[in-house]
């Protein structure tokens, strides 16, 4: 359902889902992205508490209907 959204309010390059997520303002979420092949990459995402105060979301109404 989440996929049939035609727009967000913001322009976005990312869509992260986490069903539920708590942590300090002082700290930072880091996401590790690790790449499965012989090279074994490993990319970091430090993310700030404001930044995701200020994210975009999905409109209530299409929220509404995934309930």
């Known amino acids: 359902m989440v996929n049939h ?3 967000f309010i913001k322009s976005y390059r990312y869509v ?3 069903k539920k997520l708590t942590f300090p303002e002082e700290k930072k979420l880091r996401l ?3 790449e499965d092949q012989i ?3 490993v990319s970091y995402i430090d993310i700030n508490y404001r930044d ?3 994210a975009d979301g999905f ?3 299409l929220l509404q209907r995934l309930q």
């Open 5 to 7: 959204a035609d727009y």
């Open 16 to 18: 992260i889902v986490l």
């Open 32 to 34: 590790e992205i690790t």
């Open 39 to 41: 090279s074994g990459r």
């Open 52 to 54: 995701i105060l200020n």
């Open 59 to 61: 409109s209530s109404d």
